[in-house]
């Protein structure tokens, strides 16, 4: 069974510039999350799709933040303008059903000048 | 709030000796499970193991085990026999059927010393 698949691995931006990242879940699995992991810390949930519709984005900044889910299939998390802040690791997960394991990518290591 | 607390930021132990990794956590609801998330350096977040608060057995993956106190709100995570591959971050989480989102604590770095 093939993984979660996350591109790019790596980012270097500048602040106010714009990037995204793409996830590819597990065939089949109907419920993905993106998750913002800040050094030193524990994953945050940004967002949760069910199929291709937002269960839970509360804890999204939708001023500079936005994600879709494109035939409840791969997903893109878009950020604009990045800020300083925003330094972290992107983590894609994907479940089965919502209350079975997450199966996590590999991630994004996003570093903003 | 759903709050999960990993009081020890770093850990070192022996080659296959045990470890006990501490967590606690905090909530209302009834109906949750609780998770710890091995990560490598590589990045990507392992399952170890997995309990459902329901279940009064302690879940036991090999040779990982956990200590599922319900009343104290304590889920802690025992590593026998550590191995030089045991070293990693390793997160508590906390999933309550309701929201179907997983919080994580701040992680403990567990080193295993040859």
């Known amino acids: 069974e093939a993984g979660v698949a996350q591109s790019p691995r790596y980012k270097i931006i500048e602040k106010r510039q714009s990037v995204a990242f793409w996830c590819n879940p597990i065939s089949g699995h109907a419920t993905l999350y993106w998750y913002q992991q800040i050094l030193g810390q524990g994953p945050k949930l940004l967002i949760q799709f069910q199929n291709n519709g937002v269960v839970d984005d509360s804890q999204l900044p939708k001023d500079r933040f936005s994600a879709e889910r494109l035939k409840g299939v791969d997903s893109t998390l878009k950020i604009q303008p990045a800020k300083l802040e925003d330094s972290a690791v992107y983590l894609c997960?994907?479940?089965?059903?919502?209350?079975?394991?997450?199966?996590f990518g590999d991630g994004t290591r996003l570093s903003i000048l | 709030a759903q709050t999960v607390t990993q009081s020890q930021p770093e850990m070192s132990v022996q080659e296959a000796e045990t470890v006990t990794l501490s967590c606690t956590y905090d909530?209302?609801?009834?109906?949750?499970?609780l998770f710890w998330y091995k990560q490598p350096p590589s990045r990507q977040m392992i399952l170890v193991i997995r309990q459902e608060a329901y279940k009064q057995q302690n879940a036991t993956e090999n040779r990982f085990s956990v200590n599922f106190q319900k009343a104290a709100k304590s889920f802690s995570l025992k590593i026998s026999d550590s191995q030089l591959g045991d070293t990693a971050m390793y997160f508590c989480a906390f999933m309550w059927q309701g929201a179907q989102k997983l919080v994580f604590g701040q992680g403990t770095r567990l080193t295993i010393n040859p």
């Open positions: 909530t209302s609801e009834n109906n949750y499970y």
């Open positions: 997960a994907s479940s089965l059903v919502h209350n079975q394991p997450q199966h």
